[in-house]
């Protein structure tokens, strides 16, 4: 079975100011997916970045950005140039690759963050 | 128009009673999940059906049933509430089952007094 970990319950960071999400995760398969979702208040769960592990390059999606490490299965993301709407739970994924095509997002804890003024 | 949309948003009931969610999503989907978030954040997969056939049932008990009418909802009954039952159930879909984009709607509230 895989496990996703987060150790950063809560996170702070000012307006402006970059800051990374740490997420590390257990698994023996080699084909898989990796994404960082986001949860404001609001209650939605929205998809900030998504990465297929076959690929070397880091997703980049604007500000949000991941560092991808596959021999150390670490997962962070970085979110530069901070802003008030970024305040929310955020929580790292993994999804595994089914030969039969369907699989299911295995979720870490979450990392609460918030962006002060 | 709403992508995933789930009904009630809040559902308040007392133990012992019977209460539905119901799901539905219009990206023309072929597969659609049932996740479960407790009270603290942690979201786990219930089911997961594709094209109106229960694909994955994650250990989930008999007093839940999710019936899909057809593929573009996925309703989730709950005979016999508890209170631990009491969470966020979120409704999902995707292209397909693999490693698609899921579309998450905005959540049900359930409390269980």
């Known amino acids: 079975a895989q496990t996703v970990t987060q150790s950063q319950p809560e996170m702070s960071v000012q307006e402006a100011e970059t800051v990374t999400l740490s997420c590390t995760y257990d698994?023996?398969?080699?084909?898989?997916?990796l994404f960082w979702y986001k949860q404001p208040p609001s209650r939605q769960m929205i998809l900030v970045i998504r990465q297929e592990a076959y690929k070397q390059q880091n997703a980049t999606e604007n500000r949000f950005s991941v560092n991808f490490q596959k021999a150390a299965k670490s997962f962070s993301l970085k979110i530069s140039d901070s802003q008030l709407g970024d305040t929310a739970m955020y929580f790292c994924?993994?999804?595994?690759?089914?030969?039969?095509?369907?699989?299911?997002?295995?979720f870490g804890k979450g990392t609460m963050l918030l962006v002060s003024p | 128009d709403t992508a995933v949309s789930q009904t009630p948003k809040y559902l308040v009931t007392q133990m012992g009673n019977d209460k539905s969610i119901k799901c539905e999503q219009n990206l023309g989907h072929d597969t659609m999940y049932w996740y479960k978030q407790d009270s603290k954040k942690f979201l786990k997969i219930m089911f997961s059906y594709n094209n109106k056939e229960l694909i994955i049932n994650e250990t989930v008990p008999n007093r839940f049933s999710p019936k899909s009418p057809d593929k573009a909802h996925l309703n989730l009954h709950i005979n016999s509430l508890e209170l631990g039952d009491s969470a966020v159930y979120f409704c999902?879909?995707?292209?397909?089952?693999?490693?698609?984009?899921?579309?998450f709607g905005s959540g049900t509230q359930l409390s269980v007094l």
């Open positions: 994924a993994f999804m595994k690759h089914e030969n039969s095509g369907y699989s299911t997002l295995t």
């Open positions: 698994t023996s398969e080699n084909n898989y997916y």
């Open positions: 999902a879909s995707s292209l397909h089952g693999s490693n698609e984009k899921l579309f």
